[in-house]
């Protein structure tokens, strides 16, 4: 982010809008997670594929330490909201499957930022998206007699469609999200 103020401010706030983008797309899919759709998805999966989308627009502007200091206070606001919110349980269950999924995240776009522009966030969402599935749902609904696994299948899927919708928005904040001139290698994109 630079030596200079002016730059250090627009940095703070800008990650500081993708903490709070966080906190607020897991908050509100935990609290949606609880109601059912149908017979095989609830309404939280409409809404947590963004989680990625944000991760990955805050790598591509700050690198790989800024997002994952975004999981980290996301994750940290997250959780003591759905554990207010939603229920203990949820919130345990989230907060583990984010903080895993997110990490991953990071480090496949990371990995992946000098490939063509689609390539590291669908390539991370994916990943990530497999990962927040199987251990949201396992930890969250295991043994409570609900179709959990039903719902985890369509929820994996949503997010699949989600990460291919999702590089319109991305692609058109590619410019918006160019690192600062001087931001050093690491935030490169």
Do not use: H
């Not at 994952?68 to 203990?88: D, K, N, Q």
């Amino acid at each position: 982010m630079g030596d200079e103020p002016g730059r250090r401010t627009i940095g703070v706030r800008g990650l500081a809008l993708g903490i709070a983008a966080m906190a607020g797309v897991v908050t509100a899919s935990n609290v949606l997670v609880q109601y059912p759709l149908n017979d095989w998805l609830t309404w939280g999966a409409l809404s947590y594929p963004f989680a990625f989308l944000v991760t990955d627009l805050t790598n591509r502007r700050f690198g790989p330490g800024g997002a994952r200091r975004a999981v980290l206070a996301g994750f940290a606001c997250a959780v003591a909201l759905s554990a207010w919110l939603a229920t203990p349980r949820i919130a345990a269950a989230s907060g583990s499957a984010f903080l895993i999924a997110q990490l991953a995240d990071v480090q496949v776009f990371d990995r992946l930022r000098n490939a063509k522009w689609w390539q590291a966030p669908l390539a991370s969402s994916a990943l990530g998206s497999i990962l927040d599935t199987a251990l949201f749902f396992s930890l969250a609904f295991a043994g409570t007699g609900l179709p959990w696994t039903t719902w985890a299948l369509g929820d994996l899927a949503v997010k699949a469609g989600f990460a291919l919708v999702l590089l319109i928005p991305f692609r058109l904040l590619l410019d918006a999200t160019r690192p600062p001139a001087g931001a050093g290698a690491g935030a490169a994109a």
